[in-house]
């Protein structure tokens, strides 16, 4: 039997590929003046870009207990075996929920097998890996190489971001709020990592064109053989600035495919529009 693969919405793939590809999506959830929305199930993106703009904060919450245990029932009594492959732990209580009912579900279902999995990733860093595992998945890879594969990649996932104000990140308590004030004088462009599931800030550069020179700087001294890799940008309503790194990128490196896809509503409500984030491995499994 097919190894089943879950996916939250933080993985920032659009509605299209878990329908394409057999993936189950979890959804977290974002409230905006009151109203709760399912990340990529009832909202786009740009509801969220939106409602920034206007001055509007959006708050984010972790995915559904409820839904957790609905999913996890109807595979268990199918007879299903899965892998979840969840946000960082770092950046949301998602991960340790789906770990508490699972172990509540177990207690009925006492032969059902779910692998969770803490990939310390976001956004198309942790989408890459559910792409590549869908995959493994449609090839009937075993379930032990599939698991073993999205844990390697996990732990080389690149993450190199830049974002246009700070100050989102640290109202979403992602990052300090002494970090977010340095980074808004001057012109100061941060570029962040994500180190062991949590954002890091890890240069300051002056000016947007700055930074992202000093981004494909970083790639060559981080990446190994980029050339064989799907490298991933995901943006927040910037794709116009997505697609000049992207061409950046295919120049300088000429991978075997770069993946573009828009930050969605629940990581957008954290960094803000104008985010640019790129995704690749500094080791090849």
């Known amino acids: 039997m097919q190894v089943k693969i879950l996916a939250d919405s933080a993985c920032d793939l659009p509605k299209s590929f878990y329908q394409q590809h057999n993936v189950t999506l979890i959804p977290l959830n974002v409230h905006i003046n009151g109203e709760e929305y399912e990340d990529v199930k009832n909202i786009d993106p740009k509801t969220v870009y939106t409602a920034i703009r206007n001055g509007i904060v959006p708050k984010t919450s972790q995915a559904s207990p409820l839904l957790f245990e609905q999913v996890f029932t109807e595979m268990a009594e199918k007879n299903e075996d899965g892998i979840y ?9 998602t991960y340790s929920t789906a770990v508490m009912i699972l172990d509540q579900v177990k207690e009925k279902y006492p032969n059902f097998h779910l692998t969770i999995i803490d990939t ?3 956004s198309l860093g942790q989408g890459l890996i559910v792409m590549e595992a869908a995959r493994q998945a449609a090839a009937n890879v075993p379930k032990e190489e599939i698991v073993e594969d999205i844990k390697f990649r996990a732990l080389h996932m690149e993450h190199l971001f830049t974002v ?3 100050d989102y990140l640290a109202k979403g308590g992602r990052l300090s709020k002494a970090s977010a004030f340095l980074g808004g004088l001057l012109n100061i462009k941060p570029i962040l990592n994500v180190e062991d599931g949590k954002l890091v800030p890890i240069e300051k550069i002056r000016g947007q064109k700055k930074v992202f020179r000093r981004i494909i700087e970083l790639m060559k001294e981080r990446g190994s053989n980029l050339d064989q890799q799907i490298i991933g940008i995901s943006h927040a309503d910037t794709e116009e600035t997505a697609l000049e790194v992207k061409a ?3 120049a300088e490196f000429h991978p075997k ?3 573009v896809s828009s930050i969605g509503a629940a990581i957008g409500a954290h960094t803000g529009a104008g985010t640019v984030s790129i995704f690749f491995l500094n080791q090849l499994p």
Do not use: H, R, T
Not at 87 to 93: I, N, Y
């Open 248 to 250: 950046m990128i295919e």
């Open 164 to 166: 246009e104000d700070l």
């Open 257 to 259: 495919e770069v993946y």
């Open 85 to 93: 492959i969840a946000f960082s732990s770092q950046l949301s209580g």
């Open 120 to 122: 310390k990733c976001a």
